[in-house]
T-cell receptor, first 115, second 114 residues
Framework: AQSVAQPEDQVNVAEGNPLTVKCTYSVSGNPYLFWYVQYPNRGLQFLLKYITGDNLVKGSYGFEAEFNKSQTSFHLKKPSALVSDSALYFCAVRVSGGATNKLIFGTGTLLAVQP | GAVVSQHPSWVICKSGTSVKIECRSL??????MFWYRQFPKQSLMLMAT?????????EQGVEKDKFLINHASLTLSTLTVTSAHPEDSSFYIC??????????FGQGTRLTVV
């Protein structure tokens, strides 16, 4: 079955420190991978995507993600965390849903950045 | 990035009434729109996928007669929760995809049925 896993419910990091939010996937064929962020009572904001090309993808707000095919991972990273980065982060993979492709989301990881 | 507007942001309705939620793509044509439901502290559950001018495709376990989806134009999709009950209270989110690879999401609608 095609799926996305985010093994950590919550990640705590001090402001200024690097952060990593983990994501692994299981899909057939080449994966289209995405990261989204959700602030309380809001919809999801697109951060970045991997389709093809360089394994290191740069996105919005200083975030980047590294695609690792051998480990089937797509971890989200940022060199220096900000308190304002505190939010819920979702990894997603696009799969074929019959006539239309659709996204399968991970369970989400709550990032808490302490001042 | 592209902008998707969802309205209303929150709504309270009486049990047994119907509620309509609108999802609009403001600066692009959305050939496909998706409707999700999110429970507190949980991930998004895809309810249905709609292509402009076609009937929506519902995920397994989602009642199509209860959650009516219309995608009559390339910029508007609506979700109507019919005969709402307290267990329908949830956060509903739409997303839209056009020529971009990624989908863009609305702000979400908090539905409370009393």
């Amino acid at each position: 079955a095609q799926s996305v896993a985010q093994p950590e419910d919550q990640v705590n990091v001090a402001e200024g420190n690097p952060l990593t939010v983990k994501c692994t996937y299981s899909v057939s064929g080449n994966p289209y991978l995405f990261w989204y962020v959700q602030y309380p009572n809001r919809g999801l904001q697109f951060l970045l995507k991997y389709i093809t090309g360089d394994n290191l993808v740069k996105g919005s707000y200083g975030f980047e993600a590294e695609f690792n095919k051998s480990q089937t991972s797509f971890h989200l990273k940022k060199p220096s965390a900000l308190v304002s980065d505190s939010a819920l982060y979702f990894c997603a993979v696009r799969v074929s849903g019959g006539a239309t492709n659709k996204l399968i989301f991970g369970t989400g990881t709550l990032l808490a950045v302490q001042p | 990035g592209a902008v998707v507007s969802q309205h209303p942001s929150w709504v309270i309705c009486k049990s047994g009434t119907s509620v309509k939620i609108e999802c609009r793509s403001l600066d692009f044509q959305a050939t496909t729109m998706f409707w999700y439901r999110q429970f507190p502290k949980q991930s998004l559950m895809l309810m249905a996928t709609s292509n402009e001018g076609s009937k929506a495709t519902y995920e397994q376990g989602v009642e199509k007669d209860k959650f009516l989806i219309n995608h009559a134009s390339l910029t508007l999709s609506t979700l109507t929760v019919t005969s709402a009950h307290p267990e329908d209270s949830s956060f509903y989110i739409c997303s839209a995809r056009g020529s971009y690879t990624e989908a863009f999401f609305g702000q979400g609608t908090r539905l409370t049925v009393v």
